[in-house]
Structure formats: structure tokens, C-alpha cells
């Protein structure tokens, strides 16, 4: 423990909402949600969403453009997420959070036509998550995360409301769920 | 670093950018400040501001729009980190708090009260680093803390529109300067599983 060596890549917010219609079945809702105060493309929030709402079809929301391409070159692409393709159009959004984390936490996301609302509550004991850099095969990214698992969540667009639930899953030795704030999160990659 | 959970209790979350000038890199301070933007905490979630300066007289003072975490961060770390802003008779000073720039060239955070406003401002903006030290690594103090430092060749700190005189010297530069400001970003505080503040 110290300084870490590695060079900081990004530091920010990464809450993540995923719901399932049962425990290890494909998820029907997948939610990466950005919200970023230092990278090499700048600050900004970008929200990833795939879901039965979006038919299927994977959603790019930013109000960065730029970090919502470096994040898809930098981040997407190489970990193979269904959001690294850069033909997606990145849609111009306003971010919005509210709550207090003693109960529940929204964050909402408006387009020109959209409204989504991510709202994480029954929150468990927050922890420290750390991945070393390059500590694991295929890994290239080291993280340090504050993570906040939720044991229920919920997402809506345009008022209606994702289907699917919340499972346990643990997360680097981590009592967490397939939902969780990440709050105090940095990226870092070797120099 | 092990890969893993950290098996230690967490405290609270959020940022802490300081800002500490003086003439001399050796000099005595003529501004000290302590930001905190919490996002969880015992307290709830909220923004705090200790301050002393040759602006205010060289008498502490506190900004706050949650008083209950302000007056929790007097009696939980404050006085692990300067005193004076520990002291409860203190008054806590209604204020909002807003933040703006691109840390990539400068970052600024202002604390508006019914009487005053002030403006942080970080510039010349250094390597960001990560750090991660274990509770009680720093004794006497129990609390562990990772972080992402920013470290910043320039900073200036007003009060209506007046400056703070001096300025902050680098770490790298001075490594036994007191007079250096960062943004500290994504800043968890942890202590042992049972302990008790």
C-alpha cells in the first residue's frame, strides 16, 4: 500500500444497474452509468443502456461526446461490451442525481425524446474494491472503487419499467449484487 | 495492492480538495482550507468548507449546507487534522456550494453565504496518483484513506473578490512544505471493522 505506480486513467462515478429474469440467465437490462471528473477526453457523464426497453439494442447518452468516444475506444471496445461500437449514435443528454445513500439514489437521464430514471435502494455495506493493474490474465485495467450493492433497483424510460430483478454476486471477495453504485472510482493503466 | 475487498470499514466517500498558501515554501501559512463534498457519510451527504486566512482574521471558520456533517467532521477528524476547526462552538455558516472548469486546466469551487463568496481556484494542474493506505499506517490516526491526488502548481483562494496573498509550492519541489494545495478526487476514509470513534 502507498502510491500506486500505474498511471491514472480516469477518476469518477461508475453505478451499474443489470436485471435478470433469473440468477445466471442473460441479463434483459444492462446499465453503465458515467459520471467523470479527470480523464484525457475531459469531464462529462455517459450512460450505456441496453435493454428489452431499447429492443434489444445497445444506447449511448452523453453530454461529452468526446468522452463518450474515448470511453467506447478506451474501455468498450477492448472488454468487448455490447457499447464499444463507434456507428452508435451518442445521444445529447442532461445528467441529473438525487437521494441520500442512507436510502436511495436516482440518477436521471434526459434526450430530446427520453427520460430514464436509475434508482438503486435497499443499499447493503459499502466496501472497497481493488484490481490490481494488470494483475489479472486479460486484464489491463487496474480499479479502486468504493462499491455500494443494491439488493433492489429499478429503470424506467419514458415512465415505463424495465423488467427482470436483482441477484446477489460477489465482487472481488465483495458481498454485492448485479446492482451497485460505484462511487470514488479510478481507473488506472500501467505507464 | 492485493486484489480484493478491503476488509476495513468505510467511513465515508466524496472529495477533499485543499488549498494551503504562503510566501515561503517554509512560511507560515496564510491560508488553510479543508473541502469536503461528501456523498456518503454517517452524517448524510452534504459540502463543508474549514477555513482560516489572513482574510478572516486568522480565526477559523465553517461553511456548510448540512450541519449535521459539518459538526460530525468536527468531531471525528477535524481534530486529526488542525484543531481549531474542531472547536463545536464555532458557528456553522449556511452555504450553497457549486463547482466548475475541466481539471485537465483548472477547477473551481465556490461557496456562496448570505455575506460572502468564495472562490477556490487549482491550476497548473499536476500527474494525478492514486493512493491507498491501510488504518492506522499513520498513527495516532486510526483511519486508512485511498484516494486520487491531483496535485497543482498554482491555486488561488478569495473572499469577495479579494485575494489571499501567497502562494503553494509543489510536494516534489519542497518535500516539507506545508503551503501545497490538490484536488483530491474520489477520497475514501476507512477504519478497523468495531472501531469506535
Known amino acids: 500500500m502507498g502510491v ?77 461490451t455490447p457499447f464499444g461500437d463507434e456507428e452508435l449514435a ?22 430530446s425524446v427520453e427520460r430514464i430514471r436509475l434508482t438503486w435502494h435497499d443499499l447493503g ?10 494483475g ?10 468504493t462499491i455500494i450493492p443494491a439488493r433492489a433497483a429499478r429503470l424506467t424510460l419514458n415512465g415505463k419499467e424495465a423488467q427482470g430483478r436483482v441477484f446477489p454476486q460477489d465482487l472481488m471477495g465483495g458481498a454485492s449484487s448485479t446492482c451497485g453504485l460505484a462511487f470514488s472510482e479510478t481507473w488506472l493503466v500501467s505507464r | 495492492m492485493p486484489p480484493g475487498a478491503d476488509p476495513n470499514k468505510i ?4 472529495e477533499n480538495p485543499y488549498i494551503r498558501l504562503a510566501h515561503k515554501p517554509d512560511g507560515e501559512l496564510t491560508a488553510r482550507t479543508s473541502l469536503w463534498k461528501v456523498i456518503f457519510s454517517p452524517a448524510g451527504p452534504g459540502n463543508a468548507l474549514f477555513i482560516v486566512s489572513e482574510l478572516t482574521g486568522q480565526k477559523p471558520k465553517i461553511y456548510s449546507d448540512n450541519l449535521n456533517m459539518a459538526r460530525w467532521f468536527q468531531k471525528n477528524i477535524a481534530n486529526w487534522q488542525h484543531k481549531p476547526f474542531g472547536d463545536e462552538s464555532l458557528e456553522v455558516i449556511q452555504a450553497d456550494f457549486d463547482a466548475y472548469g475541466d481539471v485537465r486546466s483548472f477547477w473551481t469551487e465556490t461557496i456562496s ?7 477556490m481556484t487549482w491550476h497548473d494542474i499536476g500527474e494525478p496518483y492514486n493512493i491507498a493506505r491501510a488504518p492506522g499506517s499513520n498513527p495516532p490516526r486510526p483511519f486508512g484513506v485511498y484516494a486520487c491526488m491531483i496535485p497543482t502548481g498554482g491555486a488561488r483562494l478569495s473572499i469577495n473578490g479579494k485575494s489571499v496573498s501567497g502562494r503553494t ?27 469506535k470513534l
Open chain 1, 90 to 111: 451518442v445521444e445529447e443528454a442532461r445528467f441529473r442525481s438525487s437521494g441520500d445513500l442512507r436510502a436511495f439514489w436516482t440518477e436521471e437521464v434526459v434526450s
Open chain 2, 11 to 14: 467511513l465515508f466517500t466524496g
Open chain 2, 169 to 195: 509550492f509543489l510536494v516534489s519541489e519542497h518535500p516539507n512544505t506545508q503551503a501545497q494545495s490538490s484536488l483530491a478526487f474520489s477520497e475514501s476514509w476507512l477504519v478497523p471493522q468495531g472501531h
Open chain 1, 125 to 134: 455495506e459499502p466496501f472497497i474494491a481493488v484490481v490490481p493493474t494488470g
Open chain 1, 4 to 80: 500506486d505506480p500505474n498511471k491514472v486513467l480516469l477518476t469518477g462515478e461508475n453505478p451499474f444497474l443489470r436485471l435478470g429474469p433469473a440468477q445466471g440467465q442473460p441479463f434483459t437490462t444492462n446499465a453503465s452509468f458515467w459520471r467523470i471528473l479527470l480523464s484525457t477526453a475531459g469531464p462529462g457523464h455517459v450512460l450505456f443502456l441496453l435493454s428489452e426497453l431499447t429492443e434489444g439494442r445497445p444506447r449511448v447518452y452523453s453530454d461529452n461526446i468526446n468522452l463518450a468516444r474515448w470511453m467506447q475506444r478506451t474501455l468498450e471496445g477492448p472488454r468487448k
Open chain 1, 136 to 145: 489479472r490474465p486479460g486484464a489491463a485495467f487496474g480499479i479502486y472503487g
Open chain 2, 113 to 119: 453565504s448570505r455575506d460572502e463568496d468564495i472562490e
